[in-house]
């Protein structure tokens, strides 16, 4: 079936670069999602890719997808304190119509100064 | 727009007695979702909706569950009896069906159930 898988926590210093990495399994995805979760708020998404792109960029965000691979990441360039949150790949199930989105379990970021 | 609308965002409940949360979606989008996060299970996928239909209820734990749509800007997910087990983050999400492809899922902010 499908999965996603994140690693589960990644430490950086402000102003480094943070990389967050993903992998799926399901090689019909049409859409990779980025998703945001602060503490205590729902989901906001960040970007999505489309499945035939290898890289979208969007200020400071820069998405990369390696499909023959499956490996998907999340470079965000300039990291602030802001940015400590919780951070979830996503995958479409497919291209059908009436698709729903899995979720990875999520990489918790952690920012210092 | 005001977003994905949830309520309550807090419930605290004892067992054995039923839970209902609530849902508008974005005005316009077709697809709704409903999810629950725990922090042993992560982010689960309960049952989604396509213009009212259900469409996927695979995810749906138990009978105690249940979930409705009764028009495109009003769901439900019951749970009855409920348990400890079910404490959790609930959360739905709209999306907009374009040419049979969902795109983008917004979320709302969640209700938090904790049963006793």
Redesign the interface.
């Given at each position: 079936g499908e999965d996603v898988e994140q690693s589960l926590f990644l430490s950086v210093r402000e102003g480094d670069s943070s990389v967050i990495n993903c992998t799926y399994t399901d090689s019909s995805s049409?859409?990779l999602?980025w998703?945001k979760q602060e503490p205590g708020?729902?989901?906001?998404?960040l970007t999505?890719i489309f499945s035939n792109m290898d890289m979208k960029q969007d200020q400071r965000l820069t998405v990369l997808l390696n499909k023959k691979d499956k490996h998907l990441s999340l470079r965000i360039a300039d990291t602030q304190t802001g940015d400590s949150a919780i951070y979830?790949c996503a995958e479409?199930t497919g291209?059908?119509?009436?698709?729903?989105?899995?979720?990875?379990?999520?990489t918790t970021l952690s920012v210092s100064s | 727009d005001a977003g994905v609308i949830q309520s309550p965002r807090h419930e605290v409940t004892e067992m054995g007695q039923e839970v209902t949360l609530r849902c508008k979606p974005i005005s316009g989008h077709n697809s709704l979702f409903w999810y629950r996060q725990t922090m042993m299970r992560g982010l689960e996928l309960l049952i989604y909706f396509n213009n009212n239909v259900p469409i996927d209820d695979s995810g749906m734990p138990e009978d105690r569950f249940s979930a409705k749509m009764p028009n495109a800007s009003f769901s439900t997910l019951k749970i009855q009896p409920s348990e400890p087990r079910d404490s959790a983050v609930y959360f739905c999400a709209s999306s907009q069906r374009l040419a049979g492809v969902i795109k983008t899922q917004y979320f709302g902010p969640g209700t938090r159930l904790l049963v006793l």
């Open positions: 049409t859409y999602y998703y708020a729902g989901l906001q998404l999505y979830f479409s291209n059908q119509a009436g698709t729903a989105l899995i979720f990875g379990k999520g | -």
